[in-house]
């Protein structure tokens, strides 16, 4: 057998790698074709990330109030300090604060617990109401250990969202999702600890998104529905057989009316 020349194995094995280097670049050309015609993922409803409600920066279109059973005590809006006193004491009041919770700065209303377990309340009539509902309660650094703090969030009477808070210092987070209602409806928030002491909390209730309408109304929106009187001649004719005057009757009592027409003086059919 005739040896293989050299110049026969290096023209044989040139071939098979061109055809290679030739099939990648259409495969590399194929792919990027097919990734640049894709559309893109779709984005996120706009509607449903666009913020709604932030209790910081809506503090002003807010009452605020300490409820203690029946009494309640009104909290009085300083506009030039753009805070609710609600007492002699500085730090009884509800303001914008900037601090630290858990070592992490934190953008929230100053709401120290009110003394004798009052009930520190911020209240908006008419807020403008989200599809999800985020709350945070933070005790500062500042804050030694001490009783549990709650924070309370309702919307339209109905409580939504509920936090504790008991360490000596944290963050609690929580979010839900708003259930069907006015697009804007009455907002409270709830502050309140057995013990008022070294309890510096700072809360902040924001909403997103836009929540559905249900415009329905109520059971007690309805209009009444008045029955109907009774003739005056029916009743004449039913003489004590008659049904009282608010009440109309389904079926005819025939057997009553053919009693009464045979009484005296009338003629009998």
Request: proline share 9%.
């Amino acid at each position: 057998m005739s040896p293989i020349a050299p110049g026969n194995v290096a023209h044989g094995s040139a071939r098979p790698a061109g055809l290679l280097i030739f099939a990648a670049i259409l495969l590399a050309y194929a792919v990027l074709a097919t990734t640049s015609e894709r559309p893109p993922a779709p984005m996120p409803d706009e509607a449903d990330v666009a913020p709604t409600f932030s209790a910081v920066d809506s503090l002003g279109d807010a009452t605020a109030f300490i409820e203690r059973g029946q009494a309640r005590e009104t909290c009085i809006w300083q506009a030039d300090d753009q805070r609710f006193a609600c007492g002699d004491q500085v730090w009884n009041a509800i303001s914008p604060y900037a601090g630290r919770a858990d070592g992490r700065p934190v953008r929230c209303l100053w709401m120290h617990p009110s003394p004798d377990r009052g009930t520190k309340v911020i209240e908006w009539p008419a807020a403008p109401i989200g599809s999800h509902l985020r709350a945070r309660l933070a005790l500062l650094d500042s804050s030694n250990g001490g009783a549990r703090v709650d924070l309370r969030v309702l919307v339209g009477g109905q409580r939504l969202l509920e936090l504790k808070e008991s360490h000596k210092a944290g963050i609690e987070r929580a979010e839900v999702s708003v259930p069907a209602g006015a697009a804007r409806d009455r907002l409270r928030i709830e502050v309140v600890a057995e013990n008022h002491d070294w309890r510096h909390a700072c809360v902040q209730v924001e909403m997103t998104g836009k929540r559905t309408i249900d415009d329905r109304p109520t059971a007690a929106q309805e209009p009444a529905k008045t029955p109907r009187l009774v003739a005056p001649a029916m009743r004449k004719m039913l003489g004590p057989l008659a049904l009282p005057s608010r009440v109309t009757p389904t079926i005819a009592p025939t057997r009553a009316l053919k009693r009464a027409s045979r009484r005296p003086g009338r003629p009998g059919r």
